[in-house]
């Protein structure tokens, strides 16, 4: 299976997010770094663009990030 990788900066523009909220959500668990380009982040984008879909519809039901990190990573 080929993954598309992305860099934190490109999926900042690619899902309409800022920069410091990938780097907050990979920090509480939302997003999983799969690897590292010289001093990159990188990850699977089409996981990325699944868990941010979730996360969203879970923010707008009134769930914190937190219990949503765990509900996801739970479910894995």
């Given amino acids: 299976m080929n993954k598309k990788m992305v860099?934190?900066?490109?999926?900042?523009v690619s899902l309409g997010i800022s920069y410091s909220?990938?780097?907050?959500?990979?920090?509480i668990g939302l997003f999983k770094v799969i690897g590292k380009k010289k001093n990159e982040r990188l990850y699977d984008f089409e996981e990325m663009k699944?868990?941010?879909?979730?996360?969203?519809d879970l923010i707008v039901r009134g769930y914190p990030l937190r219990l949503?990190?765990?509900?996801?990573n739970n479910n894995k």
């Avoid at 699944?50 to 969203?56: F, L, P, Q, T």
Wanted: hydrophobic share 35%; charged share 25%.
């Fill in 7 to 12: 860099t934190s900066k490109e999926a900042s």
């Fill in 21 to 27: 909220t990938i780097t907050y959500y990979t920090n």
């Fill in 50 to 56: 699944k868990r941010m879909a979730i996360v969203s």
């Fill in 68 to 72: 949503i990190a765990e509900k996801l």
